[in-house]
């Protein structure tokens, strides 16, 4: 029985390995591993001289976990995204940006449970009054060995609670914003449906150092599923899939102001694996430590 749901944790692993971080989708949020590109990005009223804006890099990273599944921990993993996106200005406290978002990872090792993955999203992130809403739809490209589509919609809402002493001046460069997220799936070659969703918070601290920008950041988050999302060796549902926090770093990097901005981006993370399928996708593992290094640009 228990070689039984091993084997499910696995094909469970390989499905939810063809999706990517809700994180990924913001037009700004990937620009930078610690909202500095969210202050730095162009003003929603200077969209009228450039309608369409691009952000996007490439990442290296020593293991990818998504949503607490191994897919990749051994050999190279790099990891280029391309945001395009616009922003329109309804009033001075509303502003819609429309976004198409492309994502790719590629595991060059020959041994990694996933030799590579590529979504596509698209969706829009709306700011009102300290509010955040990040709502969008995602299709999956599975691996040269299971090209099963799977299709993704939901969203992130997000609030800066700090935006009630928005007129302090002495806590301008902090941010501190809870949020949760819910995100419905459909495969339909197998006829399956599934819901992930997490909430946590997300502080971060933006400063000048030399006279350079920083920004640094501890989110942490807890993933939660339903329907077999995430399932303990039983078969049953489990409701906690894992617990993530990590410190990361921004850094602007001086380029002419015609060549857009530039980031250098790192970070550690800790994620402790919960659920029964994520610890047998991860190799019996409960806790892992996984480094990240990346480049990135606002246009």
């Known amino acids: 029985m228990r070689s039984r749901w091993i084997v499910l944790g696995l094909c469970l692993a390989m499905v939810c390995g063809f999706q990517t971080a809700t994180v990924r989708a913001c037009p700004y949020c990937k620009a930078d591993a610690a909202g500095l590109a969210t202050c730095e990005a162009p003003p929603a009223d200077d969209a009228a001289s450039l309608p369409v804006m691009f952000s996007g890099g490439v990442d290296f990273a020593s ?28 009033n001075e406290d509303l502003i819609i940006r429309p976004y198409v978002s492309l994502f790719n990872s590629t595991h060059f090792a020959p041994n990694n449970r996933m030799a590579d993955m590529s979504d596509v999203m698209i969706g829009t992130v709306t700011s009102w009054n300290g509010f955040l809403i990040d709502s969008r739809y ?53 006829g399956q449906s599934q819901l992930f969703a997490n909430v946590g918070f997300e502080p971060t601290w933006r400063f000048e150092l030399a006279k350079t920008k920083v920004g640094l950041g501890l989110p942490i988050d807890w993933g939660l599923g339903g329907n077999g999302y995430y399932f303990n060796s039983n078969g049953s549902n489990a409701a906690l ?19 857009g901005k530039w980031f250098l981006n790192t970070s550690i993370q800790y994620l402790h694996l919960v659920a029964d399928s994520v610890q047998v996708a991860g190799e019996g593992r409960d806790n892992v430590a996984i480094a990240k290094i990346g480049l990135s640009f606002i246009f």
């Open 138 to 190: 995602a299709y999956y490209n599975m691996s040269p060995l299971m090209r099963t589509p799977l299709h993704e919609i939901g969203a992130k809402v997000s609030y800066d609670v700090l935006n009630f002493w928005e007129g302090n001046d002495a806590l301008k460069p902090f941010s501190l914003k809870p949020f949760v997220a819910a995100y419905g799936e459909f495969i339909p070659e197998q």
């Open 63 to 90: 293991s990818y976990y998504f949503r607490g599944y191994l897919q990749a921990d051994h050999g190279p993993i790099m990891q280029p995204y391309l945001n395009v996106f616009t922003s329109k200005t309804i």
């Open 241 to 259: 899939g894992y617990f993530s926090t990590a410190l990361t770093a921004s850094v602007a990097i001086p380029v002419p102001e015609q060549y």
